[in-house]
């Protein structure tokens, strides 16, 4: 928070350090351009880079890794100010969007996009992308952009003594020293046939997967997902729409999910991202892969785990994987994160209080009745649904409606509309052309869900939106002939959100955030409901309003207005 001492010159800022593990910036100095805090834009920005982890140096020096040039002065202006011909090598210089940006993402974005571009500078090739450090493949990264930086840095070094700015710490927090990310990620340098679009689905896989886009997430879809459901993370959303069918590579591929999925749970968010990337690398190989040599040549794919493809095939094995489900508490946690309705944090609950099987928890655990549900029907809901079944589930809707209006379209979403072979669920999204939202809830809420729950096809009601405004349902459902129950969604969208609704409930979720990132790149904003412009936003980026919008109802002109040639469903497999 902000105070400001009106009329006396100097303004008192307090500064609130981010969580650790937020602070992007740790280990970076930052030199703006102008370097003072006396434009309120400018003093934001600084402040905000200080919240997160920077360090503001007040005099241009050898540590500073990052010049920040406001938006109105060019390159030139700067190295006449900084009085030289030329910067030293390896410091970046971005315009003022760049931190937003890296805040926005929870991690340092690409600098050498266009809209970070500084008028009049041109930057070196090799500086083209500069990456958070992986652990994951911390050995593998080899080539550093810029020395490490020294010594430790304290709240009150982080700006320097001559500054102007008067900071006041609400943390005795001191930062540890941890080195500049000024590291190249070879797996983040952008390929040459990469189009806007690929850059931003690299882009997206590559940042923090609880990144603030968040915020585009309306009516809680996203929080289901994250929170009261099933504690998923972008790892765990694996499937490719082709679980059936993964090519050569197949068995290897299913090894290094399970991998991934590992590190998920244990919420290893860099070793999760390096293997998805490293398995969507692996399952667009047309011919087998058997050798470390012969991955390490693939885009995307690091030599540890360039090593473990090779011990997968040579053995069938691995052994990281092997001693992961040894571990006792790991495997209990699987167990119990599968059931519908625990997360997390519940699982973890139940370890910690000694419960150890399903039969502990049925028997001594305090339960939800949607956990209990879970319970009942965990083998049913941890099955993938054949195309052919979601088509049954999604024929008896569309049949039921038929009867209880005309001109309901009801479309499959989720990985069926990826082209998947089977899918985690049923996702139904149900619109009306010329109708209200109001009309259609009228009709699903009040009519087609008893009716569906009166002929025995719908078999627990599980989540619903709130009955005035809801626009989601979420329960099981089941075949006439068939005892398995599946879960299945009802989305219900108005005519104008079609085209945003399909693009979001299409996936996948990588994808998605790709689509984000794209809009605000362009100083749009996308969610489920639409694409926005003229998003206004305060400095720290906190939305003030929504927007004009650009398009909601069509789904290729939100690609037209995003200047992205159109991409079909069954190619938005992130
Ligand atoms: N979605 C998203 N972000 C989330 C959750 C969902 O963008 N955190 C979007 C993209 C998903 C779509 O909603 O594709 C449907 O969500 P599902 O969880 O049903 O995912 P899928 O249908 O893609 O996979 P599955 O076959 O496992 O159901
Ligand atoms: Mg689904």
């Known amino acids: 928070m902000i105070k400001n001492k009106k ?19 740790q280990g970076l100095h930052f030199y703006f351009f102008p370097n003072s805090d006396t434009h309120p834009g400018r003093r934001q920005r600084i402040v905000k880079a200080i919240e997160y982890g920077a360090s503001w140096q007040d005099k241009f020096n050898d540590t500073v890794t990052h010049i920040i040039v406001d938006r109105d002065y060019d390159f030139e202006q700067l190295l006449k100010y900084l009085k030289l011909k030329e910067l030293p090598a390896g410091i970046v210089v971005v315009n003022e969007n760049y931190t937003a940006t890296c805040m926005d993402f929870y991690k340092l974005v690409d600098t050498s996009t266009i809209e970070f571009r500084v008028k ?47 900071l006041v710490s609400s943390s005795a927090a001191s930062l540890s020293n941890s080195p500049a990310p000024g590291v190249l990620d070879p797996q983040q340098v952008p390929n040459k046939d990469e189009d806007e679009l690929d850059t931003a689905i690299r882009q997206a896989k590559e940042s923090h997967p609880l990144a603030s886009d968040d915020e585009d997430d309306v009516e809680g879809h996203k929080r289901r997902k994250t929170n009261n459901w099933q504690d998923k993370f972008q790892c765990m959303h694996k499937h490719t729409g082709k679980s059936g069918d993964q090519g050569p590579n197949a068995h290897t591929l299913v090894v290094l999910q399970e991998l991934a ?20 690398a692996l399952r667009k190989q047309t011919t087998k892969i058997s050798t470390k040599e012969a991955a390490m040549r693939v885009y995307g794919i690091g030599s ?66 949607n956990q209990r549900i879970g319970i009942d029907h965990y083998d049913d809901f941890n099955s993938r649904v054949p195309r ?55 009709t699903v809420m009040d009519r087609l869900v008893p009716l569906l729950t009166k002929h025995k096809f719908l078999v627990a009601a599980l989540a619903q939106t709130s009955q005035a405004d809801g626009t989601k349902w979420h329960g099981a459902s089941c075949l006439p002939d068939s005892s398995t129950w599946r879960r299945i969604d009802l989305l219900l969208v108005p005519e104008e959100e079609l085209g945003a609704a399909l693009l979001y409930f299409t996936g996948n979720d990588i994808f998605n955030r790709s689509m984000r990132l794209l809009a605000s790149k362009k100083g749009m904003r996308l969610n489920q409901r639409g694409l926005y412009k003229d998003v206004l936003r305060d400095y720290g980026r906190e939305k003030l309003s929504e927007g004009t919008l650009v398009e909601g109802k069509d789904e290729r002109k939100i690609f037209e207005a995003l200047g992205v040639p159109w991409r079909p469903p069954e190619h938005r497999i992130c």
């Not at 930057?123 to 952009?145: D, G």
Request: charged share 30%; net charge positive; with cysteine.
């Open 261 to 280: 999925d590992h590190y998920d749970q244990i919420r290893d968010q860099w070793r999760c991202k390096s293997y998805r990337q490293a398995i969507s």
């Open 7 to 25: 009329g006396k010159g100097k303004q008192v800022v307090d500064i609130k350090l981010v969580p650790e593990d937020q602070r992007i910036f």
């Open 304 to 369: 540890s785990i360039a090593e473990k493809i090779e011990e997968i095939v040579r053995t069938t094995h691995l052994r990281k994987l092997d001693f992961a489900k040894l571990d006792e508490r790991q495997q209990i946690l699987n167990r119990f994160m599968k059931i519908y309705g625990v997360g997390l944090h519940a699982a973890e609950n139940f370890a910690s209080a000694g419960y150890k099987t399903i039969d502990d928890l049925l028997q001594k655990a305090e339960l939800t009745d």
């Open 120 to 166: 009049g500078y041109e930057p070196p090739a090799s500086s083209a992308t500069i990456a958070q450090p992986n652990p994951s493949q911390a050995s593998e990264v080899s080539l550093q952009l810029k020395p490490v930086k020294r010594k430790a840095v304290v709240l009150s070094s982080q700006v320097t003594s001559e500054a102007s700015l008067n």
């Open 388 to 442: 052919a079944e979601v088509e049954k589930h999604a024929g008896i809707v569309k049949k039921a409606l038929k009867g209880l209006g005309k001109n309901y379209i009801v479309n499959t979403m989720g990985s069926y509309r990826r082209g998947a072979q089977d899918s985690g669920d049923i996702d139904l999204l149900i619109t009306k052309p010329g109708a209200s939202i109001d009309e259609i809830r009228t």
